[in-house]
């Protein structure tokens, strides 16, 4: 006798099937390679310029952040859009939802996560790693599928 799953579990096996095949696309590879480069550059050369900032130039950490993030956003969406993704789609409509995931991204990443990992006892020195790595890996997915598609 024939047993058909039924139809939620079979979409969702459907689901898992066409992720796995995804994970083994030649262009998401090199997109997924190529965001790796992207965001382990800005992250170099943040913290570069934030030491030069406070320890050469003299500027206070708060500003310094501050400058930097916003050379930082112009640097990494540009890089990102052209680089990354190689998207061709509508730049006004890419910066706008870029800004908005970076202001969820500020307070997702900055408040909410934050709190909920020092507060899970993780040491304050080790929190943002993990925050950090939490942000790349949906800041891929919405740049894929969302932003640059």
Known sequence: MYYRLPKRISSIYGTVGDFLRLLNNKVLKKQLFRYIITGGSAFLIEYLLYLLLIKIVGIDYAIASVVIYILLFIATFVATRKWTFESDGNPKRQLILYLL?????????NYVLMKWLVGAGIPKEI????KTGAITMWNFVVYKFIIYK
């Open 101 to 109: 995931l970076v202001l969820f991204n500020a307070y997702v990443g």
């Open 127 to 130: 929190a943002p790693f993990f």
